[in-house]
């Protein structure tokens, strides 16, 4: 029984790890974009600054700090085993870009063997899927 309640506390204890990072609010910054096609073979990267801010409802990206697009989320999953380290968080986003077109997107954040990176697909535009590997995160006041 000792056993049992042990293993219990350690599930509710990584669960709410886990769940109390999708709940913060979050900047990732990246220093290099990749565009891929729709077979995610690499067309073209450049070297550029990336601020990806995400709160429980809004998404904004800028790029070298001009400010690119704002999204509101419409839905979110998230499931990280070891924060930011092995995981995965998938957005779905409606997002304005700054000549104010919307469009529907989608996020994939995943962590593997403690690399993450950040996938943005556009609906619509499945030839210029856009992937950056996540060089900082930090929690946002």
Known sequence: MKTITLIF???????????????????????????MNADGVVQRTDDETAKIE???????VSVNDEHK????IKSQTCDWKVPFKDGKTIIKAAVTNDQGEERNVTITIEGKDG???LLFEMEGMADDRIRVGIDKFAEKS
């Not at 350690?10 to 900047?27: D, I, P, R, W, Y």
């Not at 697009?69 to 509101?72: E, F, H, Q």
């Open 9 to 35: 506390l350690l599930l509710v204890a990584g669960c709410t790890m886990s769940f109390a990072q999708c709940e913060k609010n979050l900047v990732l910054t990246s220093s290099k974009t990749e565009h």
């Open 69 to 72: 697009i704002t999204g509101t």
């Open 115 to 117: 690399k993450v990176t």
């Open 54 to 60: 995400l709160s429980k409802t809004a998404v904004n």
